[in-house]
């Protein structure tokens, strides 16, 4: 059994940063492939980001690229996203997922909203 929480989100104002952590109980999910998801006001679930367990190796959506940046502390068992210059269209709601045993686990999510 997995259980993840995310915190540290908030209202930021455009060109601002935020740092979400995702904080991850279980024997197995430090060699967990993990991710980051978001779904903003009326649209889908989106990914954002992806980590695997291991080696740490990443990749991210097109509209963060270069602006996000997300890590992993597998002593402390969380993972991060890192958003810089963030824009009104980041506001959504961040997810944390993991695949772990076989089995999807998902947090609650932590709301993040742009806006001057």
């Known amino acids: 059994q997995v259980q993840l929480v995310e915190s540290g989100g908030g209202l930021v104002q455009p060109g601002g940063s935020l740092r979400l952590s995702c904080a991850a109980s279980?024997?197995?999910?430090?060699?967990?492939?993990m991710k980051w998801f978001r779904q903003g006001p009326g649209k889908e679930r989106e990914f954002v980001a992806f980590?695997?367990?291991?080696?740490?190796?990443?990749n991210y959506a097109e509209s963060v690229k270069g602006r996000f940046t997300i890590s992993r502390d597998n002593t402390k068992n969380t993972m991060y996203l890192q958003m810089n210059n963030l824009k009104p269209e980041d506001t959504a709601v961040y997810y944390c997922?993991?695949?772990?045993?076989?089995?999807?686990?998902w947090g609650k999510g932590t709301q993040v909203t742009v806006s001057s």
């Open positions: 279980g024997s197995t999910v430090s060699r967990s492939d």
């Open positions: 980590i695997t367990g291991v080696l740490g190796l990443t």
């Open positions: 997922y993991a695949w772990a045993g076989g089995i999807g686990y």
